[in-house]
């Protein structure tokens, strides 16, 4: 995996974005005062935390010893096997340092809390000054001990900032859906489907294409002041492993937007797609396969070239890039 260090908004866009591989970005939080606090010791950095609440509660999610902090489904796949409160910032703190003493201790995990709401001042006192240029991504932090989320994908550009503990990055590129025993479309503990398999002891009689998987993975372990960019529906499995870990991340879409009409998502897209050509005869399904290269993925095709622009209809909406 590429590795940068001083990275700007000119090297992340102008190569590291273009690449459309992930890339460890080092050092770009290390200015961060919430990083410089996490470097003293977990202490300093809950303090600073607790400073920064505004009492807006987050979500938190708890799971129970058992689970080791796999964020999974319930037995039978009915449910989840963790329960979900609404806490403030304070409260998960005051959590985390009573767990942080047992010896098997539940784990707990704030997902992707708005910045914003919950740590103003926070937000307001840790910022990627520049980096993202035009794009819009307000900040989402991520609180807990022993976590794993189970590898997934988010169909927008990401940068994960990692503040406390350390965080390995394990990830496939997307022509590897096949090999990861993906779950549920719409089904799923995290927001978009997750792979079945357990990292840190697969089943590779279950899942024997998991192997294939692995052969593929990027691995990154990144630590206070480090920084992951990962592109669009790229797979990543993220493991912390400290009693405190906190992550910043910012999501935004670099692909243009057509706001009128509003346009449906590529992942529903892809269930509308299924619905109505899963079940056609292979021969069938080869053929629109071929028109869906043609109108959708031939990016060196004008598909509307070769017709007068006042009949073009549709295919004048969206043009290749």
Same mark, same amino acid.
């Given at each position: 995996?590429?590795?940068?260090?001083?990275?700007?908004?000119?090297?992340?866009?102008?190569?590291? !974005?273009?690449?459309?591989?992930?890339?460890?970005?080092?050092?770009?939080?290390?200015?961060?005062?919430?990083?410089?606090?996490?470097? +003293?010791?977990?202490?300093?950095?809950?303090?600073?935390?607790? #400073?920064?609440?505004?009492?807006?509660?987050?979500?938190?999610?708890?799971?129970?010893?058992?689970?080791?902090?796999?964020?999974?489904? @319930?037995? @039978?796949?009915?449910?989840?096997?963790?329960?979900?409160?609404?806490?403030? !910032?304070?409260?998960?703190?005051?959590?985390?340092?009573?767990?942080?003493?047992?010896?098997?201790?539940?784990?707990?995990?704030?997902?992707? #809390?708005?910045?914003?709401?919950?740590?103003?001042? %926070?937000?307001?006192?840790?910022?990627? &000054?520049?980096?993202?240029?035009? /794009?819009? +991504?307000?900040?989402?932090?991520?609180?807990?001990?022993?976590?794993?989320?189970?590898? =997934?994908?988010?169909?927008?550009?990401?940068?994960?900032?990692?503040?406390?503990?350390?965080?390995? /990055?394990?990830? /496939?590129?997307?022509?590897?859906? @096949?090999?990861?025993?993906?779950?549920?479309?719409?089904?799923?503990?995290?927001?978009?489907?997750?792979?079945?398999?357990?990292?840190? +002891?697969?089943?590779?009689?279950? %899942?024997?294409? %998991?192997?294939?998987?692995?052969?593929?993975?990027?691995?990154?372990?990144?630590?206070?002041?480090?920084?992951?960019?990962?592109?669009?529906?790229?797979? =990543?499995?993220?493991?912390?492993?400290?009693?405190?870990?906190?992550? !910043?991340?910012?999501?935004?879409?670099?692909?243009?937007? =057509? &706001?009128?009409?509003?346009?449906?998502?590529?992942?529903?897209?892809?269930?509308?797609?299924?619905?109505?050509?899963?079940?056609?005869?292979?021969?069938?399904?080869?053929?629109?396969? #071929?028109? /869906?290269?043609?109108?959708?993925?031939?990016?060196?095709?004008?598909?509307?070239?070769?017709?007068?622009? =006042?009949?073009?209809?549709?295919? +004048?909406?969206?043009?290749?890039?």
């Amino acid at each position: 995996m590429h590795e940068y260090t001083h990275v700007d908004a000119a090297l992340l866009h102008g190569e590291i !974005v273009p690449r459309a591989a992930p890339a460890v970005l080092r050092g770009v939080a290390a200015g961060w005062p919430a990083v410089q606090r996490a470097r +003293a010791s977990p202490e300093a950095v809950c303090d600073y935390l607790l #400073a920064c609440d505004s009492g807006q509660p987050v979500d938190a999610l708890l799971l129970a010893p058992g689970e080791k902090g796999r964020l999974f489904y @319930g037995p @039978g796949m009915d449910g989840f096997n963790f329960a979900r409160r609404r806490l403030p !910032v304070a409260q998960v703190i005051e959590q985390l340092a009573r767990y942080s003493q047992f010896a098997d201790p539940p784990s707990v995990a704030v997902q992707s #809390a708005p910045v914003e709401s919950c740590l103003p001042r %926070f937000g307001q006192e840790n910022r990627l &000054d520049g980096l993202l240029g035009e /794009f819009d +991504a307000p900040a989402r932090i991520w609180i807990g001990n022993a976590i794993v989320t189970p590898a =997934h994908f988010d169909e927008s550009d990401n940068i994960a900032c990692v503040v406390a503990g350390r965080r390995r /990055f394990t990830l /496939f590129p997307p022509e590897q859906v @096949g090999n990861l025993y993906i779950g549920p479309l719409d089904y799923a503990p995290t927001p978009t489907p997750i792979s079945m398999v357990d990292f840190s +002891a697969p089943d590779l009689e279950r %899942f024997p294409r %998991f192997a294939r998987a692995l052969e593929a993975a990027l691995v990154a372990d990144l630590g206070p002041g480090d920084a992951i960019y990962i592109p669009p529906l790229w797979w =990543h499995h993220v493991q912390s492993s400290a009693p405190l870990s906190i992550l !910043v991340n910012y999501w935004w879409k670099s692909a243009p937007q =057509h &706001d009128k009409p509003p346009q449906p998502t590529p992942m529903q897209a892809l269930t509308v797609a299924m619905g109505a050509l899963r079940a056609l005869p292979p021969a069938q399904r080869q053929a629109w396969a #071929a028109l /869906f290269g043609h109108y959708v993925f031939d990016a060196g095709v004008d598909p509307a070239a070769h017709i007068p622009a =006042h009949r073009q209809g549709v295919l +004048a909406k969206v043009r290749p890039p």
